[in-house]
Nanobody, 123 residues
């Protein structure tokens, strides 16, 4: 079992940058993939990015590719989401999740979720 805990959300202006953090606790973390999702009011949850603790596998959702960067610090059991060039459409609750890692990162099923952190981008 893995417990993700997010932090770093806030209110920023359009064009700004923000970095979210997710500290993961639990056993055998190296066997899990970590991901960021987001959900805006009235919209379905959307995949943002994912990463593995081992190797260099990363995967991005199409709406954030080129603006957001996912990274990790194994020593701190922390996954980051660097968000640049934010716009009001990025306003959402951002969730960190963990799931058993498989070869095809895009097909990971995430079954451990954090409580979310609010990101609000003003125009």
């Amino acid at each position: 079992q893995v417990q993700p805990v997010e932090s770093g959300g806030g209110l920023v202006q359009a064009g700004s940058s923000l970095r979210l953090s997710c500290v993961a606790s639990g056993r055998d973390l190296s066997t899990y993939a970590m991901a960021w999702f987001r959900q805006a009011p009235g919209k379905e949850r959307e995949f943002v990015a994912s990463i593995t603790w081992v190797g260099f596998n990363v995967y991005y959702g199409t709406s954030v590719k080129g603006r957001f960067t996912i990274s990790r610090d194994n020593a701190k059991n922390t996954v980051y989401l660097q968000m640049n060039s934010l716009n009001p459409e990025d306003t959402a609750v951002y969730y960190c999740a963990a799931g058993p890692s498989i070869t095809t990162l895009s097909r990971v099923v995430y079954n451990y979720w954090g409580q979310g952190t609010q990101v609000t981008v003003s125009s």
